[in-house]
């Protein structure tokens, strides 16, 4: 059922927009982050036509959630585990490998990460690509030679570290973040130096201000924001060194403002009783200027989280007419349930509605910025609560959003998942897991085998869905929305679809080998075509069950998200393969 | 350059055809071996619009050799090691996976296999889906539900045993041989009781004549093929039982004559000073009664073979106009580089001509129907012979052809490789390699980097080729031919191609995630449209450099395969998928 959008003449979200070159320099192609693309020879008329120009595999089996790039008729491709990086030739009948690069990580590395052994791409800039391999090291090769250029390990493997998150490239820094929250570790953004490969500063999220970065230029809008040293304060002890909030998610950059934004992960571990306090600054966006790092303001979504509800999810930064005015704002669907609009240049939350069925809280108050949670809705040592909702990979996860300005809508990718949980006595041994909950997942409201996933078209302005569309399986791959109003998007069970982004129409679907949790992209081809193209190779948390084998009868595996999952083996297999896409 | 063929209005082989009832239930179709499929939708002038319908990935990453098969509207796929079974329910959107079966086969068997883990295909018959595990196991399992039937040990890994090949069900029996001509085993072919998995027969290719099952029936057309106990007396002491002769190609069977026709593989050790003598019956095509697996006749292609020229390919059954009258023939392009034309009831060669480059012999002489070896053409101990030609793996290897009764022409997927090697002493050890030979090969005569393999259209009855295509890499796939006048192959760079089966003329390719070594198929869907499937996933011992991950300097590496594909790992990567495809 697809309710019908009016024709959107009222007030509308939208973005400055720069003529598309027809490349993709960077996983949400552009600084904004909306993964928009300028391209329209591929409409919601012809898009039925659609078929695969070209496939190449990737030589991997695990979770495959990279959007390649396309810069210069080259394509760039880096695989989960062992992080290869292919560079395919674009001017070449099927696009053989020009050169590949392998960097070859630590082994080790595998049995460190939470949630397969993911790398979310690559990025491109100035000549170079840049990416992060799963044993901590960020790598910087020729685009052209596919030289390393070189090398700089950033974080520990023994201390629960690892890397998986797409870096971003800004006025020459390299700015990256660590995986961990769930072994112990003291999340992180680093700036690397493009040239060189120096980290030229270190912005920690727990901690003294000193080390969080935060200084004179730091105003948030909230007054329990405020004060000194929150970082250890909102701890106990000194649990704040092993309290997570990871950087593993996704940094977009305002050039007008000077500002990056990305979301710090969840305090560890889960089991809330062990760090009683708000555990800033997990939870939580930043806005840094990223020629110092310096902390310009900061929010903290979920304070003393109680459900994994990790802030790491992508901002986009669109503009919003508001109560008469236009806000330079910032959209984030956060893991908590609640879509956040937020002023990107002070950090007010403007608006924060519910984009799936939430049981844990009952709201934001838009005063004091605080989450509302709900009393018991929370798992007690050696007490099972049921019937949370959102899970812990929230009502939605890293998979990310896209925004058109033709529709003012964005394309959100998510799931509707609950569960049970039971809390336990976490341990802390370094470079183990970190977690201290028993969790069963399972499907939210509705058919629970057609409806653990959707996509949700948001208007941002109206602070509702403008449509929905149910999916079986969680949708855990990105979504991309093009000027032909065609919104991508993939399925864990092997569907590649397009729909009008209007009203939701389903307009063409095409099985690939592997369920889809990569990031859809367009560009134009050498020959002048508007070509699309996805990673298949399913994995990622929510699809362990298939990557790793695991058995389904163990329903507490994979953190519990295999509890949910269980009839995902009968639907797809696994294995890493590239599908371009084209008209005939 | 393809040359015209002139209408064929001479006579012409041909088969007497049946009905397509589009399915496809055994690897090579029918019980002839033509792999000819009568349907006739995709034909020469509208294949160009064909374009891949759905694709699925089957896990595993190393050579996928099967073919898969067709009944029932289920597609049922055997993948390499660990060899799992896949039913697809072809009448859902995207052919979901309906049951898979897991035999789980001995890790250990992944070092026994001479030349990577692959499978060659099961068969369907009377409601069971048959085939054979790495580790020695024929299963039987129900086509419907996938349940395990019966599962029969037949061979042993610590023998240098392990099986690849395609079962043949002729008359309720299931007939399946073993691999390890390269670690010293003794070859057999055996047949199993369908219903129950019981050892009816078994049939060694060395031996005394009890064991090969020679009796008063046996009536070979040459006269050194006569004599008692030849499987013992043509070898040096008892080496006959470590002498190879293994059975993993392909059998044919013709109902009216009641013979199945197969080769023996090569002798062992590959240097051949350890054994001398005519090794009978190795490098033989046998004729047996499949009620009783007695011997009909025999005829030997590589006496004394010095060249690791197995005679396991495909014999095609076909019908031949020849001197007047029509015989009853068979069509074997052999790894010595000659095509044999055979009367297949009474084994005498009726013609025997080149189809490669050959240095290693002058012919086969009609009279007593010996292969004529070349003085000084072949590896002593401690000396380097050089320009050997064909090279190991022949004219062509196991990649089976396809023949049209509509051009009367087969069409023989092969490659163009010389050698050089040495002779060393080979000491036998139980389930270890036994070869005695360092190998290097290299191109045959032509361009080196774009000519390593063909497609050779042989007209039988004027025993030269009609047309041939040139490949950079061995054509390595098997090929089908159908009634829209159209043969399909892949490449081991990845282009899944379609010629004009009249004059080779290409008419369409397609550029799929990996090399391709499977065996390309035709069904007809529960729509009513005609589908071609194949199976790519680059591997076997030609891709063995990137299937196994080889050193390319390691020229020796993969029995010196190796040092004829330094290039395949810049032109492919590894990962097996399955692609499906139809008109638009
Ligand atoms: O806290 C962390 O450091 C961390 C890291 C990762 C990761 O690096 O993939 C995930 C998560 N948390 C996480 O909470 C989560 O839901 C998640 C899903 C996935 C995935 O790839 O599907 N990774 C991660
Ligand atoms: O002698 C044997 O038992 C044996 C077995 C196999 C096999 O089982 O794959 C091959 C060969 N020999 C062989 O000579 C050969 O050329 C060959 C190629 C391949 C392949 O899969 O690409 N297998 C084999």
């Not at 009016?6 to 904004?32: C, F, M």
């Not at 974080?155 to 112990?184: F, Q, W, Y």
């Not at 449509?467 to 864990?492: N, Q, R």
């Not at 009839?567 to 890493?576: F, I, N």
Request: charged residues 20%; glycine residues 12%.
């Amino acid at each position: 059922k697809v309710p019908a959008l009016p024709p959107a003449s009222g007030p509308r979200a939208s973005v400055t927009l720069e003529a598309d070159d027809g490349q993709w320099t960077r996983p949400s192609k552009t600084y904004d982050g909306i993964r928009f693309s300028g391209l329209d020879q591929i409409n919601t008329t012809n898009v039925k036509q659609l078929r695969p120009a070209w496939t190449f595999s990737t030589s991997v089996l695990r979770g495959h959630e990279e959007a390649p790039l396309i810069v210069n008729n080259t394509m760039y491709l880096v695989t989960p585990f062992p992080n290869i990086l292919y560079a395919l030739d674009l001017t070449q009948p099927g696009a053989p490998v020009k050169w590949q690069y392998e960097p070859k990580p630590e082994s080790a590395a595998q049995g460190v990460a939470c949630c397969d052994v993911v790398n979310r791409g690559p990025a491109y800039d100035n000549g170079r690509i840049y990416y992060n391999t799963l044993d901590n090291h960020v790598v910087a090769v020729d685009a052209n030679t596919g030289k390393e250029v070189w090398k700089t390990r950033v974080g520990d493997i023994n201390m629960g570290e690892t890397m998986t998150m797409a870096p971003l490239v800004v006025k020459g820094k390299v700015l990256v973040g660590n995986s961990g929250g769930e072994m112990g570790v003291r999340g992180w953004l680093k700036a690397l130096d493009a040239g060189s490969g120096k980290v030229l500063w270190t912005a920690y999220t727990t901690g003294p201000d000193a080390d969080v970065l935060i200084g004179p230029r730091f105003k948030p809008f909230y007054a329990d924001h405020k004060g000194k040293d929150l970082g250890v304060s909102t701890w106990p002890g000194t649990t704040w060194k092993i309290g997570g909030g990871s950087v593993w998610g996704w940094l977009t950059y305002d050039p007008a403002a000077n500002l990056v934004y990305y979301g710090a992960a969840n305090p560890g571990p889960w089991n809330p009783g062990q760090r009683p306090g708000d555990n800033k600054w997990t939870s939580t966006i930043f806005a840094r200027d990223p020629d110092t790092g310096e902390a310009v303001w900061a929010y903290q979504m979920s304070p003393h989280d109680l459900h994994d509800y990790d802030g790491v999810n992508e901002s986009l930064l669109i503009d919003v007419p508001w109560k008469g005015t236009v806000r330079h704002a910032l959209l984030h669907p956060d893991r908590n349930g609640y879509v956040y609009l937020m002023d990107r240049l002070t950090g007010e939350v403007l608006s924060a509605e519910p984009f799936v069925h939430i049981t844990t809280t009952k709201g934001v108050d838009l005063k004091s910025g605080r989450l509302q949670y709900i009393e018991g809705m929370d798992a007690g040592i050696g007490k099972v609560t049921r019937d949370m909702c959102p899970a812990p990979p929230g009502g939605k996860d890293w998979q990310p959003s896209s925004f058109s300005p033709r529709t003012g809508l964005a394309y959100i990718p998510h799931q509707n998942l609950c569960y049970d949980a039971e809390g336990l006595e976490a341990n802390y041994i370094a470079g183990t897991p970190y977690v201290g909950m028993n969790v069963k997942m399972k499907a939210g409201p509705g058919d629970p085998a057609n409806h653990r996933g959707e996509l949700t078209a948001w208007d941002p302005v109206n602070m509702r869905p403008a449509w929905k569309i149910t999916e079986s399986f969680p949708v855990w791959s990105g979504t991309l929305v093009t000027a032909g109003d065609v919104v991508f998007y993939g399925t864990m069970d092997g569907w590649f679809k397009a729909v009008d982004a209007r009203n939701g129409q389903q307009l063409w679907q095409f099985k690939v080998s592997s369920g889809i949790i990569g990031q859809p992209v367009a560009y134009r081809g050498p020959d002048g075509k508007q070509y699309v193209a996805v990673v298949a190779g399913v994995g990622g948390w929510s699809g362990a069950i298939v990557a790793g084998g695991l058995d389904a009868r163990d329903s507490t595996a994979a953190l519990g998200f295999v509890a949910a999952m269980a009839d995902l083996p009968q639907k797809t297999t696994k294995g890493g393969t590239l599908y371009v896409f084209s008209l005939p």
